[in-house]
């Protein structure tokens, strides 16, 4: 269905996203309005720096599934680069990886965490297995490598804060890239009846599927350039 440029299409964004993706979506008669409805943080613990540290000197496979947790553990590396494998979400969380990592500690990647489970049981890795991740982190990934008696020691690097604003406009989209900011967003408000939920992967879908009978369109790739695109598309169909 596509939108003559006079009926522009609403959309509220629930994180920053970049200013070339607003304007492509300005062309393309549809106005975008950020609002974030999380926070993350490092968490400043001389134990996790520790933590971090140690890990850092050890051959390890190691797995991300969030890029907040890339920054925080990347920003730790000083001379030398850590004799790692490592399993990490594709787009912005690979994109971080290769930043701080190279290109060659990549063992495996996938757009979801339960694909990237099935991937590591896949490969059984031998090296102590470590999964850096936020304290909202969800248990899939985990859940699916216990099954398989791989154990994985989680590192908790950052925190995540909801920010909880009242929505009073109507939009014809809105844009989701975490379980918890879709938490965060319905703890004050509901879906408008034909407004469309986008979000950037499955478990985010599965989380809006939880508070809202409204039709969810799933990004074909995690990131938030492919969701920003994927709603563009949809719209102008």
Same mark, same amino acid.
């Given at each position: 269905?596509?939108?003559?440029?006079?009926?522009?299409?609403?959309?509220?964004?629930?994180?920053?996203?970049?200013?070339?993706?607003?304007?492509?979506?300005? +062309?393309?008669?549809?106005?975008? +309005?950020?609002?974030?409805?999380?926070?993350?943080?490092?968490?400043?613990?001389?134990?996790? +720096?520790?933590?971090?540290?140690?890990?850092?000197?050890?051959?390890?496979?190691?797995?991300?599934?969030?890029?907040?947790?890339?920054?925080?553990?990347?920003?730790?590396?000083?001379?030398?680069?850590?004799?790692?494998?490592?399993?990490?979400?594709?787009?912005?969380?690979?994109?971080?990886?290769?930043?701080?990592?190279?290109?060659?500690?990549?063992?495996?990647?996938?757009?979801?965490?339960?694909?990237?489970?099935?991937?590591?049981?896949? +490969?059984?890795?031998?090296?102590?297995?470590?999964?850096?991740?936020?304290?909202?982190?969800?248990?899939?990934?985990?859940? #699916? #490598?216990?099954?398989?008696?791989?154990?994985?020691?989680?590192?908790?690097?950052?925190?995540?804060?909801?920010?909880?604003?009242?929505?009073?406009?109507?939009?014809?989209?809105?844009?989701?890239?975490?379980?918890?900011?879709?938490?965060?967003?319905?703890?004050?408000?509901?879906?408008?009846?034909?407004?469309? #939920?986008?979000?950037?992967?499955?478990?985010?879908?599965?989380?809006?599927?939880?508070?809202?009978?409204?039709?969810?369109?799933?990004?074909?790739e995690p990131g938030k350039e492919n969701l920003a695109k994927t709603m563009i598309n949809f719209f102008n169909a």
């Amino acid at each position: 269905m596509r939108f003559k440029m006079e009926n522009r299409i609403q959309i509220l964004s629930t994180r920053p996203i970049q200013q070339s993706l607003i304007k492509d979506a300005r +062309d393309a008669g549809i106005d975008i +309005d950020e609002l974030t409805f999380i926070e993350t943080n490092p968490i400043q613990s001389k134990l996790v +720096d520790k933590e971090i540290e140690n890990t850092l000197k050890e051959t390890a496979t190691v797995v991300f599934t969030s890029m907040n947790a890339v920054e925080v553990v990347g920003n730790q590396i000083k001379e030398h680069q850590p004799n790692w494998k490592i399993y990490c979400m594709g787009t912005t969380t690979q994109q971080l990886v290769v930043k701080f990592f190279g290109q060659n500690a990549i063992a495996g990647t996938a757009n979801d965490a339960a694909s990237l489970a099935k991937q590591i049981i896949k +490969d059984q890795p031998k090296e102590k297995l470590i999964f850096f991740c936020g304290d909202q982190r969800r248990d899939e990934l985990p859940e #699916l #490598l216990k099954q398989h008696s791989i154990e994985a020691k989680e590192t908790i690097v950052y925190e995540t804060t909801a920010t909880h604003h009242l929505i009073q406009k109507q939009y014809d989209g809105i844009l989701f890239f975490s379980p918890s900011a879709v938490e965060s967003f319905f703890t004050k408000n509901k879906a408008v009846e034909n407004t469309v #939920l986008f979000a950037i992967g499955n478990t985010t879908a599965k989380e809006l599927k939880k508070h809202s009978n409204n039709k969810v369109v799933i990004s074909n790739e995690p990131g938030k350039e492919n969701l920003a695109k994927t709603m563009i598309n949809f719209f102008n169909a």
